[in-house]
């Protein structure tokens, strides 16, 4: 069993630069989402997703991108690369919608833009 | 908006008990909790659903008061296994998504 799976995992970007961080998971979960995590700041939530088509944002949805066109991924992108982006980036996924299961997280992205 | 967790860190010698809070601004559904080791990503700990019950996960529980918003983690008998970063994540009613609160970084000293 995979679980969930982020690729890739370390990523160097340019400033202005675009680039798209992947998502996938093997357990048929209604859930997925995605956080960044900074230091002193927790675990932020920029989009989330209850089931295929369907996305919405979090609390800190700008400049980023997401959609979900099959059950198993959920890409983030980042459209134009910001030195405030730098961050490690975790996909998370549930097998319910609204906390009502327990999240599992992929090994997370460690972005860096400069 | 983030929920609010405190203490913000905490510092044990084996053995010892300790107690992290979280609190909400808005009404609950239920309350996750996960341990984050450094550069490591979350796990789960425990779930608790509207109700008010407490569980209990090897010495480690919780009680979530969906009244007063509020939850806390209760954990007894420190072990230096316990080290890490807690995170609380609120579902409030009404919304599909789960935000988590700033974390608690305990440390467990020998």
């Known amino acids: 069993n995979a679980g969930v799976t982020q690729t890739p995992k370390f990523q160097v970007l340019k400033t202005g630069q675009s680039m798209t961080l992947q998502c996938a998971q093997d357990?048929?979960?209604?859930?997925m989402s995605w956080y960044r995590q900074d230091p002193g700041m927790g675990l932020r939530l920029i989009h989330y997703?209850?089931?295929?088509?369907?996305?919405d944002q979090g609390e800190v949805p700008n400049g980023y991108n997401v959609s979900r066109s099959t059950t198993e991924d959920f890409p983030l992108r980042l459209l134009s690369a910001a030195p405030s982006q730098t961050s490690v980036y975790f996909c998370?996924?549930?097998?319910?919608?609204?906390?009502?299961?327990?999240?599992?997280f992929g090994s997370g992205t460690q972005l860096s833009v400069l | 908006q983030q929920p609010v967790q405190s203490p913000q860190a905490v510092i044990l010698r084996e053995g010892e008990d300790a107690v992290i809070n979280c609190s909400s601004s808005?009404?609950?559904?239920?309350v996750h909790w996960y341990r984050q080791k450094h550069g490591e990503a979350p796990v789960f700990l425990m779930i608790?659903?509207?109700?008010?019950e407490q569980k209990g996960h090897d010495k480690i529980s919780a009680s979530f008061n969906e009244k007063k918003q509020q939850s806390s983690l209760y954990l007894t008998a420190s072990q230096l296994s316990y080290s890490g970063t807690y995170f609380c994540?609120?579902?409030?009613?009404?919304?599909?998504?789960?935000?988590f609160g700033k974390g608690t970084k305990l440390t467990v000293n020998p």
């Open positions: 994540g609120p579902r409030e009613g009404g919304s599909e998504k789960l935000v």
């Open positions: 357990m048929n979960h209604e859930y």
């Open positions: 608790l659903l509207k109700g008010g």
């Open positions: 998370a996924s549930s097998w319910a919608t609204g906390g009502r299961e327990k999240l599992f």
């Open positions: 997703s209850v089931g295929a088509g369907i996305t």
């Open positions: 808005k009404a609950l559904y239920s």
